[in-house]
Nanobody, 117 residues
Framework: QVQLVESGGGLVQPGGSLRLSCAVSESIFNIYAMGWYRQAPGKQREPVATIRSGDVTGYATAVKGRFTISRDNAKNSLYLQMNSLKPEDTAVYYC???????????WGQGTQVTVSS
């Protein structure tokens, strides 16, 4: 059972930055895919960013150019650098890993991000 623990959420003013971290309980060196989703109140969970084998990244249109996903294999950690934050980025952010193509995702417990003045 893979365990994921997110951290780094909080309250930030519009235009500010936050860096989310996701600590994974096992090696991420050969992980098929990992990334971030978010869920705002009253809305469905939506993908934000992914990183796959070979460090191929993908972003939702709403965050492209503002958010950057990265990984540190030595620390078994995933990150999401969020810049130029907007109120509409307010949500609970969840990290996930998928070890192989045929496995389901493992999820963290989520971290709250609130963008408000």
């Amino acid at each position: 059972q893979v365990q994921l623990v997110e951290s780094g959420g909080g309250l930030v003013q519009p235009g500010g930055s936050l860096r989310l971290s996701c600590a994974v309980s096992e090696s991420i060196f050969n992980i098929y895919a990992m990334g971030w989703y978010r869920q705002a109140p009253g809305k469905q969970r939506e993908p934000v960013a992914t990183i796959r084998s070979g460090d191929v990244t993908g972003y939702a249109t709403a965050v492209k150019g503002r958010f950057t996903i990265s990984r540190d294999n030595a620390k078994n950690s995933l990150y999401l650098q969020m810049n130029s934050l907007k109120p509409e980025d307010t949500a609970v952010y969840y990290c996930y890993v998928r070890r192989t193509l045929n496995e389901d995702n493992y999820w963290g417990q989520g971290t709250q991000v609130t963008v408000s003045s």
